[in-house]
C-alpha cells in the first residue's frame, strides 16, 4: 500500500507547476498588452499625474517621447513610465558605494 504522504508531496509538486506555468503566461500576456497601447494628451497626463499644459511644454522642450501626427501628439506607454524611471534618487547606500569603487579605482588621489 502506498504511503499516504507521498501521494500527497506528489500533487503538491504538480500543484505548484501548474501555478508556475499560469503565473508566467499571465506575465507575458500583461507584457504584451502594454507594449501596444498609444495614448493621447489627456490620456497621458492622467498616466503621469501631470497637468495637460504641463504636458505640452514638455513635449514642446523636448523633454518628453512622444509622437506628432498632424496637430495631434501621441504617447507610447511604455516609454512614459521609462521616461518616469529615469528621475530616481540615489539612496546614502548607493552613493556611499559609488564613493567608495571611485576611491578603489582611483587608489593615487586619496
Known amino acids: 500500500m502506498e504511503n499516504p504522504f507521498e501521494t500527497i508531496l506528489i500533487r503538491l509538486d504538480r500543484i505548484e507547476n501548474l501555478i508556475r506555468e ?4 499571465r506575465t507575458d500576456i500583461d ?3 502594454d507594449n ?6 489627456k490620456q497621458a497626463s492622467k498616466y503621469i499625474h501631470l497637468s495637460v499644459s504641463r504636458v505640452y511644454k514638455f513635449t514642446s522642450e523636448k523633454e518628453i517621447p512622444h509622437y506628432k501626427k498632424g496637430k495631434r501628439l501621441y504617447f507610447k506607454k511604455t516609454e512614459l513610465r521609462d521616461w518616469l524611471m529615469t528621475t ?3 539612496t546614502r547606500a548607493d552613493i556611499e558605494k559609488e564613493a567608495i569603487n571611485y576611491i578603489i579605482r582611483n587608489p593615487r588621489r586619496y
Open 31 to 33: 507584457i504584451n498588452v
Open 88 to 90: 530616481k534618487i540615489k
Open 22 to 25: 499560469l503565473i508566467g503566461e
Open 36 to 41: 501596444d497601447i498609444v495614448l493621447d494628451v
